[in-house]
Structure formats: C-alpha cells, structure tokens
C-alpha cells in the first residue's frame, strides 16, 4: 500500500522489450536503499516487484496486463519516474491509501500555468468518471492529488510548486499520457449497492435501533451486541 507521495524522480536506465512483457531498470538511490529482491516500488504509480538492486538501481518485470493497462510501455531510456515505496504499518498516510493497481490512463488535455501553480484537466477513459468526486482524491502518475472538477469524461487537478518540481508532473503537455488509479473505497461502496442490501442484511440480520444488530434464527431472535 501506497500514498501517492513522490519519495524521488528516478529515471530510466534501460529497457528490455521481451514481446508481451518487458524489464525495466531504474535509477532511484533512495528508494533502492533499503530495498531488496521481492519488495515493492510504485513507478509512476504502479506497483511494481524489485528483481534486482545495485548501484543505487532496481529492475522490474512489467507484465503483459500492466503494459495494456498503463503508460509504462512507452517508458525509454531516459525518461524520468516517479518512485515511491511501500508505507511502513504505522507511517504517516500523508496523502490516501494508494494500491499502485492502476484502472487505465488518462490524457492531458489542458494545462493552465500561473505563479502559485498549474492547473491540468485529464480527459478520462470510460468508465471511471463516476468514481471522482469534487475534493476527493486520484492518483494521477503515482502523485496522490485532490480533484478540483469532477466531470463523466475529464477532471481537473491543481498542481502546487513543490509537486511541479519533484515529480513528472511537472513537465507533463497536453497530449500527454498519465496512470490514473481512482479511490479504491469508491469501487468498494459500488459494489454493495450493486449488491442491493447492506452486510446486515446480507447475512440474514435487521437493524436494532440502537445502531446493532439482530440475527434471526429458527423463528427466534439472536441478539448480537454490535454497538457502533
């Protein structure tokens, strides 16, 4: 599990195109300093598995699903990346519970540049629109960011100057690619209501008007003292 604070800019520092998946060394001396074979680093967002560490480097597998779903198969030699590891049990949760499982990419579209900051607006792909609210979060290339315009097909983003410079973001035009990886608690409170009843009554319970709940039983009533 992730934040979505940028720890450091990496950069790229070979790729091995093995057909449906690929290798991907990186350039990240901090956050390969503690970092060893099977951990997790998130590139631009993604979670991906540590293979090899050396000389302040890492390499990757990327997958076949990962190429499809995100924009690290257009990643080449050179190209900055965001890293972030993993959050200890314990940390600071400075931006939101990020999974680095990532639900497709967005396009930038606009970008409104002023003194205090710069304004991007990212053409969604479909479906993920009604995940976003106003002034809620998003992840967009691995940078935990708070929606400002929530629309079906695009939303917009305000970019202070510190997330301008220590991320990829700041260098990112219209026309651009980004990951996009929508608040997992969205998807969650979706499929219960897809589900049509709430876990009480789902497992065979009704509501007590003190905030538990009953379970019925045999033509009995069960009490189950679940005070909330």
């Known amino acids: 599990m992730f934040t979505g604070i940028v ?3 990496g950069r790229v520092v070979a790729v091995e195109d093995h057909g449906e998946s690929a290798r991907l060394r990186l350039r ?19 979670c991906l598995t540590v293979v090899e560490t050396g000389d302040g480097e890492f390499t990757a597998d990327v997958m076949a699903e990962t ?4 924009s690290l198969g257009a990643l080449t030699v050179g ?4 890293l972030e590891r993993p959050m200890a049990l ?9 999974q680095g499982h990532v639900d497709g990419t967005g396009t930038i579209t606009a970008r409104r540049d002023a003194d205090s900051g710069t304004e991007l607006t990212v053409a969604l792909p479909d479906g993920l629109g009604r995940y976003l609210v106003e002034k809620g979060s998003i992840t967009v290339d ?4 708070t929606v400002v315009e929530a629309a079906d097909d695009r939303f917009t983003v305000s970019l202070i100057p510190t997330t301008l410079a220590l991320t990829t973001l700041g260098t990112k035009q ?46 009995g009533t069960q009490r189950k003292e679940e005070i909330r």
């Open 90 to 98: 314990g940390g600071r949760l400075d931006g939101h519970l990020v």
């Open 28 to 46: 990240g001396p901090r956050v390969t300093a503690d970092a060893g074979h099977g951990d997790s680093i998130a590139v631009n967002g993604v």
């Open 142 to 145: 691995g940078v935990s960011l």
């Open 174 to 219: 219209p026309g651009d690619p980004v990951n996009l990886e929508v608040d997992v608690l969205a998807k969650y409170v979706e499929r219960l209501l897809k589900a049509g009843a709430s876990p009480a009554r789902a497992a065979g319970e009704t509501a007590t008007p003190y905030g538990g709940a009953q379970r019925e039983e045999h033509g």
């Open 79 to 82: 190209s900055p990346v965001n």
């Open 7 to 9: 720890e450091e800019l």
């Open 67 to 70: 190429l499809h779903r995100s």
